[in-house]
């Protein structure tokens, strides 16, 4: 029998699913789990050094095969890494989910980014970078959303809160 996410949550850097991810699944009383998270366990380095020591094809590669493996088999709410949407594999792969888009405007992703730290597409010019990545992607998270909630200048808690109700029955 294979388990389903009660959610997935998708996004740009910096729109919260982490911090969103653990405080909704803390209130559902279920699981948290990150793709981004799989990939560093199964390459046993950080994505930052599967960047220049495979190049992105290869975390690509990884983050198929992570994503894929995480909707089969977590009962949780799960959070997939920012440039999963460019997968038609993927978003193939998310139709018949429940999947919250955490939408997020630059100045708020900006802040919560810094200056890209650990983000290995974020650099160089972490502000031209995310707003390109931002524009580029927006629409595969709406392809793929059954829901979006705005994160602009909102507590995860509120977030949270907001997700689990949308999740009701």
Do not use: W
Not at 21 to 47: M, Q, S, W, Y
Not at 104 to 132: F, I, M, Q, S, Y
């Amino acid at each position: 029998m294979s388990t389903r996410p009660v959610c997935v949550l998708v996004g740009a850097p910096g729109s919260g699913k982490n911090t969103v991810g653990t405080a909704l699944a803390e209130a559902l009383g279920v699981g948290f789990r990150d793709t981004d998270a799989d990939i560093e366990n199964l390459a046993g380095k950080p994505i930052p050094e599967i960047f220049v020591d495979e190049g992105e094809e290869h975390f690509r590669t990884l983050e198929r095969a992570a994503v894929a493996a995480a909707l089969a088999s977590h009962a949780g709410v799960l959070a997939l890494g920012g440039g999963a949407v460019l997968a038609e594999e993927n978003r193939a792969a998310l139709i018949g989910h429940t999947v919250v888009h955490l939408s997020v405007e630059l100045p708020d992703a900006l802040k919560r980014v810094g200056l890209g730290a650990g983000r290995p597409l974020l650099a160089l010019n972490p502000r031209a970078t995310l707003k390109h990545l931002m524009d580029q992607r927006r629409p595969l998270y709406a392809e793929v959303a059954t829901a979006t909630v705005v994160t602009d200048g909102r507590t995860p808690e509120e977030l949270a809160a907001e997700i689990a109700a949308l999740l009701k029955p």
